[in-house]
Structures are given as C-alpha cells and as structure tokens.
C-alpha cells in the first residue's frame, strides 16, 4: 500500500475515535449504559492503537545505520502487533468485564435518548472513515476478495484500520440494539448482554490480527505474484547465450510494507569471465528494481548446480549467504560463493549426513584368568625340582 495513503487512512481514523470516544464517555455518565461504556472503551483504545499505528510508520521510514544495515521497516510490524495485544486485553477485556457485571447486577437506562443521538452519529461517521479506510484498500487488492487480500496484504496498519472500523461498526450496531431492548422492552440484562457480545467481537478482531501479523514479524516471503516476476526477470539472464547458466532457488523476505529483500544463487558458464558476470548483475538488478521499486536489497551467489545440491542438503534452510552486495548496481562486485575449503566441509559433513548412524553396542570385557594359590605340598615339589 501506499504509505501516504496508509498515513491518511490512519489520521483520518483517529480523529473520528477520539471524537467519538468522548461523546459516548459522555452518555455513558448520563445513561448508565453498559454497552455505551464498552463502546467508549472501545473508542478509547482505537485511538491509542492508531496513535502506535503513526509512530510505527515513522520509525519503519527511519534510514538504515551501522546497527540495522537493513533498516527499520520492521517496526511497522513490531507496533502493529502490539495493537493487536491492546485491543484483546483493554477492549475485550473491560467490555466482557463491565457485560458481566451489568448481568449480575442489571439497572435501567436513563436518558436512552441521548444514547439514540450518540451511536447515530457515531454509526454515521464510522460508515465515511471505513468508506474512506477501503477505498484505499481497494486500490490495492485488485481482483482479490476482501478476505483474501486481507490474508495477503502486507501493510499490517491499513488492514488493521480496516478490521478496527469494521468491529467498530459491529459494535455500534450491536450497542443500539442492547440500548433498544433494555430502553424499550424493559430487558435490562441485554444491555450487558450487549456489551459481552461487543467484547467477543474485539477480542476475534485482535485474533486475527495477531495471525496475520506474526508471520511478517517472523519473516514472510514477499506476495507470490512478486516471486512469479522475479523469476521471470532473473530468468532474462540465463539460457546458453547469457552469462548464467540457470538459477538455482530464489529467496525473498518482506522487512515492511514497502521494502522487499530478494537474494538468489545462480550457475554461471564456466567460460565467462568475472566482468561479464559483474555486468550481467548490474542488468539483472537494474531490471528488478525498475519492476519492483519495493525491493531495496538484491543478493547475487554465483554457484555451481553440484554446489548448491551438495549445500542443500547440509543447509538450514533459512540459511542464506550472499557473495554480491545489494548496494548500489556499480558497487557490485562478482565473487567465487564456495571456496576449497568450505566445499571439503560440505563434502565432508554430506558424508555424515549420509553415512548410517549405528550405535555401538556395549562392549562386553573379557574374563580375567587368575591363578589359584599353591598349595604347601606344591611349593616344595616345585623348589626340589628347580635345585
């Protein structure tokens, strides 16, 4: 997603919470509602969630040091999360609280009027930030569903703003609904009633966030038509009139929402030289980054096919070395990725890896044979034939 639309998204979100939180503190002190102070909560830690959604976005824009050589997008990621945590404990928690406790002991509403006035407007405002929220969600997801492109997205602070007003709408409705019954038809319980049901929504949205965002934190590869392009613009470089012979795996990451990390191993021609392999780079990275201005970091590993079968199979396989640098296209210098000794090792180990592993049996000592003693009889018997 586009940051500055993100960015918009997020602001135009906090203020309409922060708003809406107050006014419905405000009815909650005059009604008494359950269900309007769960919804006051829930506006409440919206607001906070979207003022951690605007300082992620700031720190992940921050420029890569000596520490984090490959920036901080992650932190995006970090306080994305982090949401997800305050959304479960603080809005699930106090409204399944405060539901139970209006249960065990249910009270009229006064005032339910100002309680119509408050969640109207407050439906009425939540529908334009969501319009707003998908619209900009919807420049993005193409020909996908909703659903599906919410499993797939990589920007955790638009998704989540779309989740968020999404539960937000749910949660007014089902407030207006509590507020109605307990106003109109005298059941003074489905004000807490409401007011649980509020939480459980809260609490499934913080759910699936914490899904979808742990695997970005983790480390996910970037969205599979990315990969499908990579490969189809790597492959521009191989074949037997080009420098690389073939490639052997391609490997992404996505650091953030905007940033793309793609190393690849590839077999070279054993007649070319290290120029033409360093040429053949600068092509394969300039043809990359002018597709997918995303990728920021592009690791070349020239590498035979028999290294790379033999590597494989003694390689984690998150493991990954880069022999190229991913600097700027004319800084980028062609190197040899196994030297002698590394390929002995990795015969070497390959050789463990395949030889049988068979535990020894116990060892079983053999039996010491003693002498019996002599007898007196004996002794002279020996020493008369001795003289």
């Known amino acids: 997603m586009a940051a500055g639309g993100t960015t918009t998204v997020v602001r135009i ?9 107050a006014a419905k503190f405000t009815a909650c002190v005059w009604t008494g509602s359950s269900a309007m102070l769960s919804e006051a909560i829930h506006s409440l830690v919206d607001t906070s969630n979207q003022a951690l959604l605007l300082y992620g976005i700031k720190q992940s824009k921050r420029p890569p040091d000596a520490n984090h050589p490959f ?9 994305s999360f982090i949401v997800a945590i305050l959304l479960f404990s603080l809005g699930a928690g106090v409204a399944i609280f405060e539901g139970v406790d209006k249960l065990l002991h249910p009270h009229k509403i006064e005032n339910a009027r ?29 020909e996908q569903g909703i659903f599906a492109a919410l499993r797939s997205s990589k920007d955790p602070a638009l998704f989540a703003i779309v989740l968020e007003d999404l539960a937000a709408l749910a949660g007014l409705v089902i407030a207006l609904g509590g507020v109605f019954a307990a106003d109109q038809l005298g059941i003074a319980e489905a004000d807490g009633a409401a007011s649980i049901l509020i939480g459980l929504v809260l609490a499934a949205t913080a759910a699936f966030l914490s899904i979808e965002i742990k695997p970005l934190i983790v480390g996910e590869a970037a969205s599979a038509p990315m990969r499908s392009g990579l490969r ?35 077999d070279v021609h054993d007649t070319v030289t290290a120029k033409q392999v360093e040429a053949a780079t600068i092509r394969m990275e300039r043809a990359v980054k002018a597709r997918y201005p995303d990728v ?7 590498q035979s096919a028999g290294e790379h079968r033999a590597i494989s199979t003694v390689q984690a396989p998150g493991q990954l070395r880069a022999s190229v640098s991913g600097a ?60």
């Open 71 to 79: 920036g901080y997008s992650r932190e995006l990621y970090f306080w």
């Open 13 to 21: 979100a906090l203020g309409c919470n922060l708003a809406l939180a």
């Open 114 to 142: 100002i309680n119509y006035v408050v969640l109207g407007v407050a439906i009425v405002i939540k529908c334009l930030a969501t319009w707003k929220a998908v619209g900009e969600f919807n420049k993005r997801r193409g």
């Open 232 to 266: 189809l613009l790597i492959n521009a470089e191989t074949g037997d009139t080009q420098t690389f012979r073939a490639i052997n795996e391609i490997r992404t990451m996505q650091l953030g929402p905007e940033d793309v990390l793609v190393a690849t191993r590839v």
């Open 296 to 302: 920021k970091n592009l690791f070349v590993e020239v």
């Open 328 to 387: 700027p296209a004319h800084e980028a210098v062609a190197t040899p990725a196994v030297t002698s000794k590394s390929a002995g090792i990795a015969r070497l180990a390959m050789v463990a890896k395949t030889t049988p592993n068979v535990e020894p049996g116990p060892v079983t000592p053999k039996p010491t044979i003693q002498a019996r003693p002599m007898s007196r009889k004996a002794r002279k018997k020996a020493k008369r034939e001795n003289s």
